[in-house]
């Protein structure tokens, strides 16, 4: 996420008719405080629409950040089990959402 939260930024806040937006992690290796900041602003956006906001696939590294800033309360982390029951289409780098018609974007 090291100089791509604009990316981020703009995919997560062009869903605006979605009831679920996952945010995946696969190809993360890094985040910073800057990235940190965009993640907590789109989910107070997020939260603000009653749009679930969700991490998926957080690497070690990530997740470590997660704790030590004690972030891993705040952000709903999917599990692998849940990924395996609820399996989203994997888009690199493009926002997974789910509407509340129940189609995945």
């Not at 190809?27 to 679930?52: C, F, K, N, P, Y």
């Amino acid at each position: 996420m090291i100089g791509e939260t604009e990316a981020l930024r703009e995919a997560v806040l062009a869903q605006d008719d979605v009831r679920l937006v996952v945010v995946d992690f696969a190809r993360v290796s890094g985040i910073d405080a800057h990235g940190l900041g965009v993640l907590l602003e789109l989910r107070a956006w997020t939260q603000a629409l009653e749009i679930e906001f969700k991490l998926r696939n957080v690497t070690r590294t990530v997740e470590h950040i997660l704790e030590i800033t004690s972030l891993n309360t705040v952000f709903e982390i999917a599990s692998g089990i849940e990924i395996l029951l609820n399996p989203l289409p994997y888009q690199p780098f493009t926002c997974v959402a789910q509407r509340a018609d129940d189609a995945i974007i």
